[in-house]
């Protein structure tokens, strides 16, 4: 009998193991519930520092190569415009004759004063090319059972060197993304709230600076289009301007 | 016995010139730096009032509280309501705004730190005193900019070329501009003649998103009128304002030196008139050693040890006072010749201090009373000198000094 229980513990056991996920699968399925050929929508973001606040509104579009255009449309930089294409930002500013293209480093580069760098606002979020990482475990962050995934990037271009993310073990997106420098150290956390219907995006984003601890800015987002027609003008570093 | 003295002195004209040479030399030397000190200090805090503060300088007091994060933001606001409240005052001459930002430059991809100034035309920025090498002046409000010529060849570029600029802005965003390069200019502060560009407060304000705003103002009083009480009234005028009133004193890092560099001026020429003594004390010396049959002479028929050295010290009294008035006409010539000449510092190591404001072009100058004090004192030291090295009088020996050969 005892032989028999024991058994079955361990046939239990092994089924769970064959059962659990794994980082890998964890990833694709956020991937799957957050995919889109196409993605448009309007953002608020509200700046805030020890010198005051400010609030400035987007419009933003986005395919699924992670091409992403992002256009000011109130608040004093109002008609700017900027474009990324693979790891090129293309800044379009009404008083300029010529186009500002930054490029690596500049991805890091904050958007319209605030915590978000480019990066944050754009890109590809294909992590299997960009990262390697690991199920590191669960954690529970506002009584939302997560999975902790660690990522190492693969290679030293990328703005983030290290980051952690919290995903939800029940819709499968991020909850909490923790990000930080080569040497480890925590450079902000940006949390993730709002989802809408599949495919998943987030409404509600706020970040914390680690560095500059009375920073912090928070993104509103509204009007969210996905897999509309998108005109490819747009997304084009010599049409976008225009 | 000045008679005797001043025949003295002419009977040997060579010892005579050499001791005169000798003191001639050290006034004129002690004299010069003590105008290119002077001159140096004076230009210095003139810049610093000229450039950096004006009579009064007023700006927004949270830019003042954060001013190391250059926080744009909190500019003064209704410029224009306040600069026309601030002429209708009799006490002020002119207001100007001065925009003064770190910037980038965008060339081929790449970002280039500078600097771009914007300020109104007819300030110490954009005016007749301005020297304009190439080109013309920036028009009021038109995107334009005027280079200075490190500018240029830091960016190689040249007069006519387009930039394009980035700033920080109001927003805390950023903001790009294109300008074209009308002129290249260059100043008498050597800390303006950096890597910059200069253009209207006009053109700059509204791009860097504070339309009708100002990050400073520099106010100019009229002749005559107090700072001190002045500064006060524009202090209470203003209260209610959240805005900072400075005077130029009270910003300014040479303003707590100044009384101190009469001190340090007098110590570093106390110290050049000890090496030209030394000078002076060997010439006598050597005057008193070729005399010595001459003064064994004088004691042997009857003059008093005491009688010759006091003959001496008149002697060097009048070489030392008829060398110091040459030395310091001369001095008067020279420094008022370079008075309005100019001396170019540029290429003597001037740049090695750009930031510090101090003048590429000095205009010497040196008040009159200087000029009599440093005869006074040098005749001091002649004396000094000379009672020094006549003390070998008292132990001259008659008798083998007249045996010794001639």
């Known amino acids: 009998m005892k032989k028999l229980i ?57 395919n699924d190569d992670g091409d992403t255009l992002l256009t000011v449309t109130s608040g004093m930089d109002k008609g700017q415009k900027i474009l990324r294409l693979d790891d090129n930002i293309y800044i379009y500013y009404p008083d300029a004759d010529e186009i500002i293209r930054l490029s690596g480093s500049g991805l890091s580069n904050s958007f319209l004063g605030s915590d978000f760098s480019y990066e944050d606002l754009s890109g590809d979020d294909d992590y299997d090319d960009r990262y390697n990482y690991k199920l590191a475990g669960s954690e529970t962050y506002n009584g939302i059972d997560c999975y902790v995934i660690k990522f190492t990037a693969k290679k030293l271009s990328e703005t983030y060197q290290r980051m952690e993310m919290l995903i939800d073990k029940n819709r499968y997106v991020p909850i909490v993304e923790r990000l930080f420098s080569k040497s480890g150290k925590l450079l902000k956390t940006i949390y993730y709230d709002g989802y809408s219907t599949k495919p998943y995006f987030p409404t509600e984003v706020k970040t914390e600076n680690a560095v500059k601890k009375t920073n912090k800015s928070e993104m509103k987002v509204t009007n969210i289009v996905f897999n509309k027609k998108l005109d490819s003008s747009l997304l084009d570093k010599d049409d976008f301007a225009w | ?41 004076d230009q210095l805090a003139e810049n610093e009032r000229k450039y950096t503060t004006g009579d009064i300088r007023i700006r927004n007091k949270k830019y003042n509280e954060f001013e190391s994060l250059m926080p744009i933001q909190f500019y003064i606001e209704n410029y224009s309501e306040l600069r026309a409240e601030l002429l209708n005052r009799s006490t002020i001459k002119s207001v100007e705004s001065v925009l003064s930002l770190s910037s980038s430059l965008y060339r081929d991809g790449k970002l280039e730190n500078m600097a771009i100034y914007g300020a109104d035309i007819g300030s110490v920025y954009i005016n007749e005193d301005t020297i304009l090498y190439e080109g013309r002046f920036v028009e009021n409000g038109a995107r334009e900019v005027m280079a200075t010529p490190i500018f240029l060849k830091q960016h190689s570029l040249s007069l006519g070329d387009s930039v394009t600029c980035l700033f920080k802005t109001a927003s805390g965003g950023t903001n790009a501009a294109t300008f074209k390069i009308v002129g290249v200019v260059g100043y008498l502060n050597s800390e303006m003649n950096g890597n910059l560009l200069i253009t209207t407060s006009d053109a700059l304000a509204p791009l860097i998103r504070i339309n009708d705003g100002a990050l400073e103002l520099h106010l100019w009083l009229n002749e005559g009128v107090d700072e001190e009480s002045e500064l006060a009234k524009l202090k209470e005028l203003l209260s209610d304002r959240e805005l900072d009133v400075q005077s130029w004193s009270e910003i300014s890092w040479i303003a ?73 006409i001369g001095s008067i010539i020279l420094i008022d010749i370079f008075g309005v000449v100019g001396i170019d510092l540029t290429g003597f190591g001037i740049e090695a201090v750009e930031g510090w404001g101090f003048p590429n072009i000095l205009y010497t100058h040196l008040a009159a009373w200087i000029y009599p004090a440093v005869i006074i004192a040098e005749m001091a030291i002649s004396a000094i000198a000379t009672i020094l090295a006549t003390m070998r009088v008292r132990k001259l020996e008659v008798a083998s000094s007249l045996r010794e050969e001639a």
Do not use: H
């Open chain 1, 6 to 62: 024991v058994l079955l513990i361990i046939a239990i056991f092994s089924l769970a193991q064959i059962w659990a996920l794994n980082a890998e699968q964890i990833i694709d399925k956020m991937e799957d519930v957050m995919e889109f050929e196409t993605l448009s929508f309007t953002a608020t973001i509200k700046n805030t520092d020890k010198l005051g606040s400010t609030t400035q509104t987007f419009n933003a579009i986005q």
């Open chain 2, 1 to 41: 016995m000045i008679k005797l003295a001043l025949r003295n002195c002419l009977r040997n004209k060579k010892r005579t010139i050499v001791t005169g040479l000798s003191v001639i030399l050290a006034v004129f030397v002690v004299l010069l730096i003590m105008s290119f000190m002077y001159s140096c200090f």
């Open chain 2, 256 to 328: 707590p030196v100044l009384p101190l560099y009469d001190i340090m001026i007098i110590i570093i020429d106390a110290l050049f008139f000890f090496i030209a003594s030394t000078l002076v004390f060997n010439t006598m010396m050597m005057s008193t050693l070729e005399r010595k049959k001459e003064l064994a002479t004088m004691i042997a028929i009857g003059f008093s040890r005491r009688y010759i050295m006091i003959l001496l010290v008149i002697e060097g009294l009048i070489i030392s006072f008829i060398a110091s008035t040459i030395s310091a």
